[in-house]
């Protein structure tokens, strides 16, 4: 009997039944409701396991890890939470940093038991980097030159293509792409047989040559001026003797000045 309507324990087993009955003087009122209850235990060995059992993995390997030992599992990465709690008692990983230690809880309900493994990882990363000289903004038929970072193997792509076998040259040189195209590469390192693909793509983007209106050489009369006018599309930037005309940016140019206009 209690007279503050608290009851309190911790001595009560699985699925006992708790239910309330009040008395006043000697009236007793059994209560409307009654509680079953269920006592989860604490997992009593929690396990995990990685597709990779010595732990030394390329920086993209996709690794999966499989937990046993409770019903419920939470994934950590570094202590910080990554997948769970849930029912689902494994996680496929990719692009683990050197060092990374991958840990789970077990639980049954809210009652959760740490694992007895702690996998920490050994990690290949390869630094890997594709750029494009001139650049990756390119005139119609202008060539281009892809400059990987080095590895022992290059491999590049475009649009997910490979222009060839890995090679010790990390240099691909384009004698025109199309707009829009991707170019990537993949490089190998033969020490640890990993093979990464770069940390970045190039998107190259192709304008098309501006053709002007009328087409010269032209000839006018002094005092006389000329209308020159450009299909391109975008940014327009007229330029007289090879140097730029300041604000000389439509699609259209008034010219009365002789040289050369493009």
């Not at 793509?201 to 209308?227: H, M, Q, T, Y």
């Not at 391109?232 to 040289?259: E, H, M, R």
Request: with cysteine; net charge negative; hydrophobic share 40%.
């Amino acid at each position: 009997l209690t007279s503050n309507g608290l009851f309190t324990t911790s001595n009560i087993n699985n699925g006992q039944i708790i239910s309330l009955e009040g008395v006043n003087n000697d009236c007793r009122v059994i209560g409307d409701t009654a509680y079953a209850i269920t006592v989860n235990p604490f997992p009593s060995q929690v396990n995990l396991v990685s597709s990779d059992p010595d732990l030394s993995v390329c920086f993209q390997d996709q690794i999966t890890l499989t937990a046993t030992g409770g019903a419920l599992f939470e994934f950590f990465l570094n202590g910080n939470p990554i997948a769970g709690p849930d029912s689902s008692n494994s996680l496929v990983v990719t692009e683990l940093e050197q060092g990374d230690v991958i840990t789970v809880n077990g639980a049954f309900g809210d009652c959760a038991t740490p694992s007895n493994d702690q996998l920490t990882f050994n990690v290949t990363k390869l630094d890997l980097l594709i750029t494009a000289d001139p650049g990756n903004f390119l005139c119609e038929g202008e060539q281009v030159l892809l400059q990987a970072s080095v590895a022992d193997r290059d491999e590049f792509f475009l649009d997910g293509s490979s222009q060839g076998s890995p090679g010790v040259n990390a240099a691909l040189l384009l004698n025109s792409v199309n707009d829009g195209t991707i170019a990537t590469f993949s490089g190998t390192d033969l020490a640890t047989g990993c093979v990464q693909t770069s940390g970045n793509d190039v998107f190259l983007s192709v304008l098309p040559n501006a053709d002007i209106s009328p087409a010269g050489p032209l000839s006018i009369c002094e005092d006389e001026e000329l209308i020159l006018t450009t299909q391109a599309t975008g940014y327009v930037q007229w330029y007289l003797n090879g140097s730029p005309i300041l604000g000389a940016n439509l699609d259209s140019l008034f010219v009365s000045t002789s040289g050369d206009y493009a």
